[in-house]
């Protein structure tokens, strides 16, 4: 039976309202730490604790953690939040614990990682996905800490947009007026206001028309329900990840997204590899984004700001800023990134003072 099975109308409508106070409180504090528009969190910065990473892990030695990204550090970011945990030899969390989507990506040792009623062997470079509302843990049965970089969504879990499927849609391929033609660039924004009321209908169309066809395909690769991503299953490759790439090619991985079969909605991981000698320059944005260096020395360009970074270094990218990676080292620069699916976020208003006078509660 749920806490407030019994409760009184009245005191449904007070426990909401304190809720609703507490939140609003909660979200303006937020907002005042992420004013200090932070965008990395460096390796000699980072303050790990064993206070709130350890709850009812077994083992001798406590877990330990670090946040590296999130609003209450200072970083103007709503969507996603980047965490270091640490479990010992001999240590299991077990199945306990449910949040928003998450992504696993493993720095060190092998685990034991449980994901609803799914049990999967991990070890260094293989990442995980676990879906939102689903119970998962993760056991150390080795003889060295295993440790991870996690990533989560804020929340729990998106409610999707529902997309009516075949609209005006007979199947017929028929001549397509320049209007209502979809794909990357095919019809400028700086155009549309040139549209009379009926063109930019069959544009609006033409969009949701194509956003149902893609949908459908991803909510089909979606439903293998997919949980890991092995090392050795990772495909590397040059093609859309050296854009705009001055010196030699770059390369990159897709690790966790829809289409690879991932039930995922909210955010897709990505590992990049920019050579020595070779930079993108502030060339390209997206929504809300976390890159973790792996491997490297590199400046990071976010909007105007510059910022060398190192292996242990983390960067938060805000949705639609532009931003770019140059290698200064002798070596490969090797990034995971986690990116939101959208940008960006539209924030939740919050009312900030619903029937308070003073600061007291008055009772209606």
């Known amino acids: 039976m749920g806490k407030y099975n019994k409760a009184t109308p009245f005191d449904l409508r007070r426990e909401r309202f304190f809720l609703l106070k507490e939140q609003s409180n909660l979200e303006e504090e937020m907002d005042k730490r992420r004013s200090q528009n932070r965008h990395i969190m460096k390796l000699e910065d ?6 709130g990473f350890g709850v009812k892990l077994t083992g001798a030695i406590q877990g330990s953690g670090c946040y590296i990204v999130g609003p209450e550090l200072g970083f103007n970011i709503h969507n996603i939040t980047a965490t270091l945990l640490e479990l010992p030899p001999g240590s299991e969390e077990g199945k306990y614990h449910t949040h928003g989507e998450a992504v696993k990506y493993y720095l060190k040792g092998e685990a034991t990682e449980l994901v609803g009623d799914k049990v999967y062997q991990v070890k260094q470079g ?11 843990g993760t056991q150390n049965k080795g003889s060295e800490p295993v440790r991870m970089l996690a990533m989560g969504h804020s929340l729990v879990p998106l409610v999707e947009e529902v997309i009516q499927g075949s609209i005006d849609d007979d199947g017929q391929e028929e001549e397509v007026p320049p209007e209502a033609r979809v794909g990357r660039g095919e019809f400028p924004q700086k155009e549309l206001s040139g549209l009379d009321p009926r063109q930019l209908y ?6 949701i028309r194509e956003k149902s066809r893609l949908e459908e395909e991803l909510n089909r690769r979606r439903s ?18 050296g854009l705009k790439l001055r010196g030699q090619s770059g390369r990159g991985a897709t690790l966790i997204a829809p289409e690879l079969g991932f039930n995922i909605h909210n955010m897709t991981v990505t590992m990049l590899e920019v050579p020595p000698g070779s930079k993108e320059g502030l060339y390209h944005t997206h929504g ?77």
């Not at 980072?46 to 206070?51: A, P, V």
């Not at 069959?202 to 969009?207: I, Q, T, V, W």
């Not at 293998?224 to 990840?241: A, S």
């Open 224 to 241: 293998q329900d997919r949980h890991v991503m092995k090392v050795e299953e990772q495909e590397w490759t040059e093609e859309g990840f």
């Open 202 to 207: 069959s544009r609006r169309k033409a969009l």
């Open 288 to 364: 809300e984004a976390i890159k973790y260096y792996l491997k490297g020395q590199a400046i990071e360009l976010i909007g105007d700001n510059k910022y060398e970074v190192k292996a242990g270094d983390a960067a938060f990218i805000p949705a639609g800023m532009w931003h770019g990676t140059e290698n200064i080292g002798t070596e490969p620069v090797v990034i995971i990134a986690v990116a939101h699916s959208i940008a960006p976020l539209m924030k939740h208003h919050i009312l900030g003072s619903i029937d308070d006078v003073d600061g007291q509660y008055i009772p209606g």
């Open 126 to 136: 293989d990442a995980v996905l676990i879906p939102a509302n689903t119970w998962h």
């Open 46 to 51: 980072q303050k790990w604790t064993t206070e």
